[in-house]
């Protein structure tokens, strides 16, 4: 056990049940309830979270005889977050169709048992090649097509931003399929600015310079111009100016910059104060012109190419962008005016990444699709410089999320389950104590038509139980019994609860205190950091059993030994719900359980940590071919060793620890030689093995 954070999540149906009753048993006292309370934050947030109320139709009313593909569709709300890629298939299992609406489908669950036989164990990251090339010639078209229909006289380039995938292979095949298009690189800071210079050789392809600088990262930028580069360094910081024109001198390069304005154009959600007067990065409008003085005397005004601004990621509503395009078509035309060279417009990011397929301005979707997006940005630029009767510029995009999520889907394990078990409820006895016979008498009593009386006094008397037990009028046997009988009451009425078309109000914890605990191999410190830090929504579902009524309710936790590290926010039901708990299936003995985590691409892998020194999964690259797919690449996840290796841990020393201790155990005979060789075997055997739990 760690020190610090324990780890507290698994359930003691013993030592919890007056907490986990309490919630329940409150609701007649108009107390809030958890799940109202855990969605706090996200209400706060967006100020839409949907509660449930007594006139609610239950959103578990899953009778397990009778269940269909489009149940299951309707349950995960695939066809929402996963069109056109991912589906359900006759037999249950999730699809994928990596080239869009062009045809070709792989069956999600045959590829991972195909690719567990080529020992890849799980926890498993596939990168479907062929949807981030369909992602790259999407926003392409989009654009092409809001060109062609607004009679736009100028041209689109897009950017990746490498922050949000630096992965090599990743970064490899974006600049493969951007060929066609001249789609170029952002990079963010000095590394990624290397990783842009030294994998973009499309030419006409641009490589926009953004993120804090210093002498020498402006310099290699402005260098990088000798070998045919367009690379713009966009000025964030007022001392930046100073720097491009001390670069310049010295160098006696003409260089190509850009100004990245503080918009007044408000964003909105988790990222909104990435715009205006007190943004971490951009030019309040007195210092942009300050900088164009300052230029113009450096005799480099006409190096002033680009107008850049960024009102943050996600952006879930269309208005907000409008906005922001307006106001920044303006400011590039005042530039234009001022004397600057202006030849780029680079409108940031911000195209959202529709997480829970409800197509709204939640914070987890977006009420715009691509083309929306891209209507509006060669629009609103079109009518500013037609208004000031100056040419259009070359628009840029840096659109990070919108291409890199869907390619990547994240498939785990379930190593087992925590249960509230249910069990025979036997007959009373002579001897048997008062409460014991009134929970028989309680458990006889629940109906269809009378819930709410029986469950308040099961929990009535099971708090009895323990008080009893605790001033020694109870024996354990007892207290056990009747807990038992507690937990068949509250199982009778659940199953009454998921047969009505609603729920009363004062019964909609239970389904809460009843869950399941599923224990996945996986660390969501690892893979999936923004859904532990910032509450992100990413789609999670079973990826085969979908022909199966999901009659399970859980929470998922990790492997890590911290109460954090769990999964309890969900893509609910309806338009903008979160649901604390994920529908799933009963699991089977010696048969292996699969979840998918989706549209988990962008930032995930980099932004993931260590945390038990549970390190990166193994990693695929799946392409689509006539006759099924090909392995590209296999990214070999972690080693022990290596982990160890991060923490400066030489696997040498740990080796030769041990073997000193064997020794000196066994001249104490405290272990035989056979034992310590095997001590020995195992511990360099796990050195070099995969961080995570061996499957079954």
Not at 90 to 112: E, M
Request: aromatic share 8%; proline share 3%.
């Amino acid at each position: 056990m760690m020190a610090g954070r324990a780890m507290d999540m698994t359930i003691d149906t013993n030592s919890t049940v007056q907490e986990m009753t309490e919630a329940v048993v409150s609701k007649t006292d108009h107390k809030e309830s958890p799940r109202t309370a855990s969605l706090e934050k996200a209400q706060t947030a967006t100020k839409s979270n949907t509660t449930k109320s007594n006139t609610t139709k239950s959103s578990q009313a899953i009778e397990p005889e009778e269940w269909s593909i489009e149940q299951s569709e309707e349950l995960y709300r695939i066809n929402g977050w996963g069109d056109p890629y991912f589906s359900i298939n006759a037999v249950g299992h999730v699809t994928v169709s990596p080239k869009g609406l062009r045809g070709g489908s792989l069956d999600l669950c045959d590829l991972v048992n195909g690719l567990k036989q080529r020992n890849l164990e799980l926890p498993l990251l596939i990168r479907f090649s062929d949807i981030l090339e369909d992602r790259i010639e999407r926003l392409n078209a989009c654009f092409a097509k809001a060109i062609a229909r607004y009679n736009y006289p100028g041209i689109y380039r897009g950017v990746f931003p490498v922050k949000c995938n630096q992965q090599r292979h990743f970064v490899e095949n974006l600049v493969k399929f951007g060929q066609p298009y001249q789609f170029g690189l952002e990079a963010g800071s000095k590394p990624e600015l290397l990783i842009a210079l030294a994998s973009l050789d499309t030419k006409g392809a641009l490589v926009i310079c953004n993120g804090y600088k210093d002498q020498e990262y402006v310099e290699t930028a402005m260098l990088a111009q000798k070998l045919g580069q367009t690379a713009i360094v966009v000025m964030e910081q007022v001392e930046e100016v100073e720097q491009v024109i001390e670069a310049s001198k010295k160098l006696g390069v003409k260089p190509v910059v850009g100004i990245r304005a503080k918009l007044c154009a408000k964003g909105m959600g988790r990222w909104g104060t990435s715009a205006g007067d007190r943004a971490k990065f951009g030019l309040t409008i007195p210092e942009i012109l300050t900088a164009i003085e300052k230029l113009r005397k450096a005799d480099l005004l006409d190096s002033l190419q680009l107008l850049h601004f960024h009102i943050g990621s996600q952006i879930s509503s269309i208005s907000v962008l409008k906005d922001a395009f307006r106001e920044a078509g303006h400011i590039y035309t005042e530039l234009s005016r001022l004397g600057a060279n202006m030849q780029y417009l680079d409108v940031g990011g911000g195209l959202g990444v529709d997480y829970d397929g409800s197509k709204t301005t939640f914070a987890a979707s977006k009420n715009y699709n691509m083309q929306n997006y891209a209507n509006d940005v060669v629009a609103a630029i079109n009518d500013a410089c037609t208004q000031a009767n100056l040419p259009v510029p070359t628009l840029i995009s840096e659109s990070g999320r919108a291409i890199a999520s869907h390619q990547s889907v994240l498939v785990f394990d379930i190593l087992g389950s925590s249960d509230v078990v249910e069990d025979t409820v036997e007959a009373i006895v002579e001897g048997d104590h008062l409460i014991i016979r009134n929970l028989h008498e309680t458990y006889a009593s629940i109906t269809r038509d009378n819930l709410q009386e029986p469950f308040n006094d099961a929990a009535q008397f099971k708090e009895e139980a323990i008080s009893l037990f605790g001033l020694g009028y109870l024996s354990l046997p007892e207290r056990a019994k009747a807990e038992r009988l507690f937990w068949s009451c509250c199982h009778k009425i659940q199953r009454q609860l998921r047969s009505m078309d609603f729920v009363p109000e004062e019964l909609t914890d239970l389904e809460q205190v009843m869950a399941s605990i599923y224990y996945m191999n996986l660390s969501v410190f690892q893979s999936a950091p923004d859904s532990w830090a910032i509450d992100q929504l990413f789609p999670i579902m079973p990826i085969h059993r979908l022909n199966e009524a999901p009659t399970q309710r859980a929470t998922l936790a990790d492997l890590t030994c911290d109460s954090d590290g769990k999964i309890d926010r969900f893509i609910g039901s309806s338009s903008r719900d979160v649901k604390s708990l994920l529908e799933v299936h009963t699991l089977k003995e010696n048969e292996p359980y699969y979840l998918g985590m989706f549209l988990n691409g962008a930032y995930q892998e980099i932004m993931g940590n260590l945390h038990n020194l549970f390190g990166d999964t193994n990693t695929v690259h799946i392409r689509l071919t006539p006759k099924g797919y090909e392995i590209e690449h296999v990214v070999k996840g972690d080693t022990m060793k290596e982990v160890l290796g991060y923490v400066q841990y030489s696997s040498e020393d740990l080796i030769e620890s041990m073997r000193k201790r064997t020794e000196v155990a066994m001249e104490q005979k405290q272990i035989t030689l056979e034992e310590s060789q095997m001590l020995l075997q195992h511990y360099e055997r796990c050195l070099t093995g995969y961080t995570y739990l061996s499957s079954m």
